[in-house]
């Protein structure tokens, strides 16, 4: 079982201990004891032991997370209740009060508030670069720094982080790397490879693919799941079983989807690119992206996600033409998420309120982020050129 299609739907079978073909949910918060006290300890304590009590494991969660594993080319990984839940956890496993972190200025919301809002209160100091001037974040690196953690491409705008370069240096100083990779996902992005630790994502978005499940997953080596998982059990946050079967259902199709979303968003970020009510059209896919030739090289694929930036004189115009266009769109779904088999649509100066005079938001009041799903082409250029018409 060498390739990635075949692991997908079945890597972690030696989990499923019945005569199903797939793992049935194991809606159950807790199981019967093993009678010898010894073994029923030995349970008690084991990292993600699927058969003592649901906060500990879950039969499900251990088959979807080798498959995770496999997909990631990691040791081992371990599944959460959101891709919140699995970065806060590794991030809270990884550093302790006095350490230093370096992080990127760009990073997703939730993120960005555990290093300015949470993080600060125990002790760990951090320290934002921007992801796309490689050299300041080896600069950033102190003797305190503990972590480097890192996300690309960047929601929303897109920007890439030079990850081998990166991992490179900080394995000279024993630092450890993390990424959030949920943007490129695994099809398009092999961060161990890179030669990055620990790999996070919100499977929330492609990883499940159908916006019916909310999950996250931590990727490395054995011995950060077990910490993690330790970390994990005193947080509480694993992946309910239903959301692991929908999960473990998902990822079989995951390449199949990633191959046509590449496709589909190419298409249509060409197409964006010659609009002339579009000031810029940001995807890393695009030869015209400032850093296409590092995407080039790390990425075999760019995924859904095309953010663009409307022509407009003012930043209060540039939000009247930002919702005009979002009320125009028929298929397209204004709603938060990425990674879905539906395209959505969000104008996030209007999410985060940043189009009110606000000096530290790094995000244009008129970039609208699209994500593509697996609607045929024809219909989401049509979709997408009325509603710019309407704002010619
Ligand atoms: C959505 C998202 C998250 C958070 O995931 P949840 O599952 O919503 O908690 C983290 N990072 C990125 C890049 C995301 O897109």
Not at 32 to 41: G, K
Not at 79 to 98: C, H, Q
Request: aromatic share 6%; with cysteine.
């Amino acid at each position: 079982m060498s390739k990635i299609e075949t692991k997908l739907i079945h890597s972690g079978r030696e989990y499923n201990e019945t005569k199903a073909v797939i793992t049935p949910i194991y809606q159950t918060s807790t199981y019967l004891a093993d009678p010898n006290p010894e073994e029923y300890i030995k349970s008690a304590s084991t990292a993600n032991y699927p058969y003592f009590y649901h906060r500990h494991g879950n039969p499900s969660n251990s088959q979807v997370s080798a498959t995770l594993a496999a997909l990631e080319q990691t040791e081992d990984a371990m599944v959460l209740a959101t891709g919140m839940a699995a970065i806060s956890t590794a991030v809270i496993a990884a550093v302790k009060s006095g350490d230093h972190i370096v992080a990127q200025t760009s990073h997703y919301s939730g993120t960005s508030l555990l290093f300015e809002s949470l993080l600060p209160k125990y002790g760990v100091e951090i320290t934002r670069v921007e992801q796309h001037k490689t050299q300041e974040i080896i600069d950033a690196i102190r003797p305190d720094t503990s972590l480097i953690y890192l996300e690309t491409p960047s929601n929303p705008n897109l920007a890439i982080t030079d990850l081998q370069r990166v991992a490179q240096v900080a394995k000279e100083k024993k630092i450890t790397t993390m990424v959030d990779n949920t943007f490129a996902s695994p099809i398009n992005q092999k961060p161990k490879c890179l030669g990055i630790d620990i790999i996070l994502h919100s499977a929330s978005k492609y990883l499940g693919g159908h916006s019916d499940l909310t999950a996250g997953v931590i990727c490395g080596p054995e011995s950060f799941i077990n910490k993690a998982w330790k970390t994990r059990l005193i947080l509480g946050g694993n992946l309910a079983p239903m959301d692991s079967f929908l999960l473990a259902r998902g990822l079989k199709t995951l390449k199949l989807r990633m191959e046509q979303i590449n496709a589909t968003t190419l298409s249509i970020a060409k197409f964006l690119e010659n609009q002339e009510q579009i000031e810029d059209t940001l995807y890393p896919g695009l030869p015209s992206h400032p850093q296409h030739e590092l995407a080039s090289q790390q990425m075999t694929g760019f995924g859904g996600v095309v953010s663009i930036i409307l022509k407009s004189k003012t930043s209060k115009d540039a939000l009247i033409k930002a919702q005009q266009f979002l009320s125009s769109l028929k298929i397209f779904t204004n709603a938060a998420s990425i990674g879905g088999v539906e395209s959505l649509v969000v104008h996030p100066a209007s999410m985060f309120g940043s189009h009110q005079e606000n000096a530290t938001s790094s995000v244009p009041a008129g970039l609208v982020r699209l994500s593509i799903g697996l609607e045929h082409p024809d219909d989401l250029m049509e979709d997408l050129k009325n509603a710019l018409e309407t704002i010619k």
